[in-house]
Nanobody
Framework: QVRLVESGGGSVQSGGSLRLSCASS????????MGWFREAPGKGREGVAA???????HYADSVKGRFTISQDNAEKTVFLQMTSLKPDDTAMYYC???????????????????WGQGTQVTVSS
């Protein structure tokens, strides 16, 4: 059974940093791609970063240059380092795992198969 557990959320002031972690288990790690999404109140789920099977990273324009996705293969953990945080970054952050073959839109939630429970990030001005 696939299990994803996020941690590292919290409250910071604008300009601050946070590092989110997503510990995973229950699947053949390197056969999947992984992504981070966020959902703010009243808004849809937005993809912010992803890492594909080849280790290539992908970022939404809104976070490019500020967020970094990385992975620790030995620990089967994916990280999201967030810097220069803004109040607009306030949201519940989710990690997700996908196994689809063929074309994948890394920022489309329906292309992911398993989700964590989320961790809250709040950025105050």
């Amino acid at each position: 059974q696939v299990r994803l557990v996020e941690s590292g959320g919290g409250s910071v002031q604008s300009g601050g940093s946070l590092r989110l972690s997503c510990a995973s288990s229950g699947y053949a790690y390197k056969t999947y791609y992984m992504g981070w999404f966020r959902e703010a109140p009243g808004k849809g789920r937005e993809g912010v970063a992803a890492i594909d099977r080849g280790g290539i990273t992908h970022y939404a324009d809104s976070v490019k240059g500020r967020f970094t996705i990385s992975q620790d293969n030995a620990e089967k953990t994916v990280f999201l380092q967030m810097t220069s945080l803004k109040p607009d970054d306030t949201a519940m952050y989710y990690c997700a795992v996908g196994l689809n073959g063929g074309f994948v839109d890394f920022f489309r939630s329906s292309d992911y198969n398993y989700w964590g429970q989320g961790t809250q990030v709040t950025v105050s001005s």
